[in-house]
């Protein structure tokens, strides 16, 4: 990437500002100062004029939200500003910043859209969609995640007045490990920039600091427009409300089932009618059919046999059946779009979509943004935001999807007796089978496709290790392992809670390799793998307690702590600051070591609980295989 890029941050307090600037190649930084102890006012205002001149960039984690306002703020009241002293400046700056926060917790626009900035900006927050309701994470918690060295907190209020340089020393070294963190952040994220870059390039629209979905709703919006020749603002103006909507009137003619189990499903689905904008809660119901029940709501339909380890043999074959782009092809396949669009203009992009993305090795970049079009469509027929706003979308494409994959189960179930079920899950169905019945299996499958114009893509496991629909392990026949849900423990998404590694990764040894729990213990020597992220909100704060020559001590906690079940150390606890409710991170005897700052040690002086961790694993092998008691009876 040719582009000057400095990697920054800011801190606001009520009387004091700090700007931290470090070149992404270079590690050239700056540090600018504005208080009553320092006024580094004109050298900032110098640096920022210089950005501009040059062209540079700046990347930040939700910049766009926060320091690009204040970056804005100061630029557009700049006569005024220079005229004042560094302590009245700074608390201009935090009067720009307690407004770019309030706009952001009221989900308002902010004073300056990115398209309007002087300063360009990549905010790798944005880009990578934490900004998302399900995927929420503060920079703190991606620090965590990364395994970063330093996980401190903001050391001083932002209320607190700051009249000495030892206080001044304190917020640089926290913006400064605010900024190295971020610049990882970046560095982790350059795929995901170029590929923005590349389509910036190409569409000319602006999506450096873009999620997937919006992505997705741009270059929809981009060809749509083409295709029906009408502006892009135009089109981006177009939603479909509704009041209600009749579930019955969105059931595909070719849904049909054989049992009663399922007819009666397909008769509770038609007498539901669902108000779009109260849909928490809105519709459930269970099929219990040859031993698996299954859910059945607004989303996907879900369910799994008994936890178990289920394994080929030379008699018996697990076969994974999955529908090809499930939500997609409903669409494509059936000519449904959202009511304020041209159908035959929607569908035949979103086929074109579909068929390009064929054509194209996944090693091509543009692949995957053909992925993420097929896929966040579906999601952005429920975002009021969109243009492709319209729920009857969404909830035909739900519904139908549970129906026709019931119907493919259904299908398999009653042609093949001998079959067991083994997991149902949104676009695809797990079932052990005899393997002189592979043949048969596959003309079913073959003729559920020829009914639904949809397609199946199969595999073999040799092992699936099973606690529930969200949470297995599987083994194909080239022993590729897909590892879901608690089970995950390689190359996890950021956002997501890395706690005690250790314990997915002593399961599948212990299934998988044959390793002893006890031993994958002994053997690994990373503490950060018996770490776990604790961190609280809103009204909550965490203390450490312990004794001390005899006495009850407290300390005062940082929001997000990492830390180890240790022999001893301290308990770790939340407490409301509004009525001084208690709960324990870990309840019980267990004590903690806080390891926010990873200061390497000789193993024993770690002193980590090994039976902690050990109970767990055991809890988790003895769920899987039906063991109730407390001790792994196959030790």
């Not at 995640?145 to 030892?166: A, L």
């Not at 409903?330 to 009511?339: E, S, V």
Request: charged letters at 25%; one cysteine or more.
């Amino acid at each position: 990437m040719t582009m000057n890029h400095w990697i920054m941050d800011y801190e606001t307090l009520s009387n004091c500002f700090v700007a931290v600037f470090k070149h992404y190649k270079t590690d050239e930084t700056h540090i600018f100062s504005v208080c009553k102890i320092q006024n580094d006012y004109e050298k900032f205002t110098k640096f920022l004029k210089q950005n501009i001149e040059n062209n540079e960039w700046h990347i930040s984690y939700n910049g766009l939200a926060f320091d690009a306002q204040i970056t804005h703020n100061v630029i557009k009241d700049h006569k005024n500003l220079k005229l004042m002293d560094g302590e009245s400046i700074a608390e201009e700056i935090y009067g720009y910043a307690q407004k770019a926060i309030k706009r952001s917790n009221n989900r308002e626009f902010q004073e300056f859209p990115e398209w309007e900035m002087t300063i360009k900006q990549i905010d790798v927050f944005k880009l990578n969609h934490w900004d998302n309701v399900a995927k929420m994470s503060s920079l703190k918690w991606i620090q965590y995640s990364m395994d970063w060295e330093n996980i401190i907190d903001m050391p001083i209020e932002h209320t607190t007045s700051i009249e000495n340089q030892d206080q001044l020393d304190l917020i640089i070294k926290y913006c400064i490990n605010d900024v190295e963190s971020t610049k990882e952040i970046f560095e982790r994220s350059k795929p995901l920039i170029t590929l923005r870059k590349n389509l910036t390039d190409e569409y000319n629209i602006n999506l450096y600091s873009a999620s997937e979905p919006r992505i997705s709703k741009e270059l929809f919006a981009y060809y749509l427009s083409k295709e029906l020749s009408i502006p892009k603002w135009e089109l981006k103006k177009l939603r479909t409300f509704r009041n209600v909507i009749k579930i019955k009137d969105l059931i595909l003619d070719y849904i049909k089932f054989e049992t009663p189990e399922f007819n009666n499903l397909l008769e509770k689905f038609r007498t539901v009618e669902i108000n779009p904008n109260q849909t928490k809660g809105g519709f459930k119901y269970n099929v219990n059919y040859k031993g698996i029940k299954t859910h059945f709501g607004l989303g996907g339909a879900h369910g799994a046999m008994q936890p178990g380890v289920y394994e080929s043999d030379n008699e018996n074959v697990i076969m994974s059946s999955d529908v090809a782009s499930f939500y997609p092809n409903l669409a494509i396949m059936n000519k449904i779009a959202p009511a304020h669009l041209d159908k035959k203009a929607f569908c035949d992009l979103y086929e074109w979509f579909f068929t390009e993305r064929k054509k194209i090795p996944k090693s091509n970049p543009m692949n995957y943004v053909y992925k993420i079009i097929l896929n966040s469509t579906y999601g952005l027929s429920n975002d009021k935001n969109s243009f492709l706003y319209d729920p009857q979308f969404t909830m035909f494409i739900t519904v139908n999807g549970q129906l026709t994959l019931m119907m493919l189960y259904e299908m398999i179930m009653e042609a093949i007796p001998e079959a067991t079920p083994l997991l149902q899950n949104t676009d695809g169905v797990e079932t052990i089978i005899p393997r002189s019945k592979i043949d048969l299996y596959m003309e079913v499958c073959k003729k559920w496709e020829e009914i639904t114009n949809l397609v199946l893509e199969h595999d073999q496991y040799k092992k699936l290790i099973l606690a529930d629909v969200n949470n297995y392990i599987a083994i194909d026949n080239n022993n590729k392992a897909k590892c879901k849900g608690r089970f995950e423990f390689e190359n996890l998404a950021l956002h997501k809670n890395k706690s005690k590694l250790i314990i997915p990764k002593a399961i599948y040894a212990y299934f998988v390799d044959g390793i002893l729990p006890e031993d994958t213990l002994k053997n690994n020597k990373n503490i950060l793998d018996f770490c776990i992220g604790g961190k609280s909100k809103g009204n909550w704060r965490q203390v450490a307690r312990y004794i001390k020559d005899g006495k009850g001590c407290e300390d005062h906690l940082q929001k997000i702590n990492r830390y180890f079940i240790s022999n001893n150390g301290v308990k770790i606890i939340k407490v409301n600051k509004n009525d001084n409710r208690e709960i324990q991170l870990e309840s019980g005897r267990w004590m903690q070591t806080i390891y926010n700052d990873t200061k390497v040690k000789e193993w024993e002086d770690y002193d980590i609980n090994e039976k902690y961790y050990l109970d767990a694993i055991e809890r988790e092998i003895n769920n899987i295989i039906g063991i109730k008691s407390n001790q792994l009876l196959l030790f």
